[in-house]
């Protein structure tokens, strides 16, 4: 017997906007023999940094290698505090730990599932070093209000892992902080397979994160590690498949936009729809709504094949971050958000597939 999914296709949760000319560039990568740390890393760090409007990117493995660099080119010292949100993909906190300070959740607001700044500001310490604030799903947050919270020495790292071509009143997420973070993965704006990379207008903080991510070597055949560092390059294939897509962001922003549109024309008045603030551009990494009884919603809209999936994640649910809290903002995010499929090529027809087997399952 054939399943309705079956008959009617299966519709992902996320579709890379890649192609012909992505294969050519990696075609002619392979050709020229030189697969990594040659020019096509440069290339795409000079396309990052002029969409960030920025002096320097430096071209990662991952979002969290990017996330993990800039925590480590802070110098943190043990004992020293990071503050980040509650509700967030695990990495931003986990490279905070790793590096061997003690991440500070703070609760998010549950509308924008954005950190509170007004929060932010209750938990400075003495031993607070550094924000990492996070634009989630392509929302850029307040960063006026962050500003304002928190004292002028600390460190702003914008998790910008979903924020490409965000930006918060005209100007680009990724170039608000002292460091951004992005990440290349597959359900990203742009993506590289794996991939990230980090944004700075600092001179010495992206030469360190430049040497850190090449063991720690110095540059210039010196031969000299002062300080230990990593493997985290990102390949010049990978690169070759970014570029394209970096160059053609405007058009994948655009067509981004319409399929929120197309959504929120469909759902406004049936469940949370997302948005950015007034004056913001949203960068539509994900479309996630919020709904009550969210499991089961997402179980019948997946029993339909369609591919949704939970939002991310409350930090303070997970056995390594269990004694913090609480955090109702973020519980509230963590319980009812539902991301749905969302990709560029995603047709008015499966819209509207997408919106009936949601209207559905609400009204139950
Ligand atoms: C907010 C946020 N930060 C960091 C990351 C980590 O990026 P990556 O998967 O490229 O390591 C992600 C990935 O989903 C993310 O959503």
């Known amino acids: 017997m054939t ?6 296709g299966r519709i992902r949760l996320a579709r890379p906007d890649v192609g012909a000319e992505e294969a050519a560039a990696v075609a002619e990568v392979l050709e020229s023999g030189q697969l990594t740390m040659g020019p096509k890393v440069a290339e795409l760090e000079a396309e990052l940094a002029r969409v960030c409007s920025v002096e320097h990117a430096v071209a990662v493995s991952s979002g969290t290698a990017a996330l993990h660099l800039a925590v480590l080119a802070l110098g943190l010292e043990p004992g020293d505090e990071v503050i980040l949100p509650a509700y967030t993909f695990p990495a931003t906190a986990n490279v905070v730990a790793l590096a061997g300070a003690r991440p500070v959740l ?8 954005n950190l509170e700044p007004g929060r932010v500001y209750d938990a400075v310490t003495p031993a607070t070093r550094a924000v990492i604030a996070v634009h989630l799903f392509g929302r850029p947050l ?37 460091m951004g973070c992005f990440s290349f993965h597959p359900r990203k704006i742009v993506t590289t397979g794996e991939g990230g990379a980090v944004t700075t207008s600092d001179e010495e903080l992206a030469g360190a994160i430049r040497r850190m991510r090449h063991h720690g070597i110095e540059p210039h055949g010196s031969f000299e590690i002062r ?24 058009d994948l922003l655009e067509a981004r936009r319409r399929v929120a549109e197309g959504y929120t024309e469909r759902l406004a008045g049936l ?5 950015a603030d007034e004056g913001d551009t949203h960068g539509w990494q994900a479309y996630v709504v919020r709904v009550d009884r969210r499991d089961e919603i997402l179980a019948a809209l997946r029993a339909q094949g369609i591919q949704a999936q939970i939002g991310t994640y409350a930090l303070h649910r997970l056995s390594a971050y269990r004694d913090e809290g609480p955090f109702p903002g ?10 749905l499929p969302f990709h560029t090529k995603l047709t008015e027809d499966e819209l509207d597939r997408v919106a009936g087997a949601l209207t559905t399952a609400v009204s139950n």
């Open 3 to 8: 399943s309705r999914a079956e008959t009617a």
């Open 106 to 113: 703070v609760d998010v607001d549950p509308r924008t599932m």
């Open 142 to 178: 307040d960063w006026e209000a962050l500003q304002s919270a928190v004292p002028a020495e600390l460190a702003l790292v914008e998790d910008a892992a979903g924020a490409l071509g965000a930006r918060w009143r005209g100007r680009p997420c990724g170039g608000l902080g002292l």
């Open 227 to 250: 300080r230990p560092g990593t493997n985290y390059r990102l390949s010049d294939i990978q690169c070759a498949v970014g570029i394209p897509q970096l160059r053609r962001l405007d």
């Open 271 to 275: 469940v949370e729809t997302p948005s």
């Open 330 to 339: 973020a519980d509230a995010a963590f319980e009812r958000a539902l991301a």
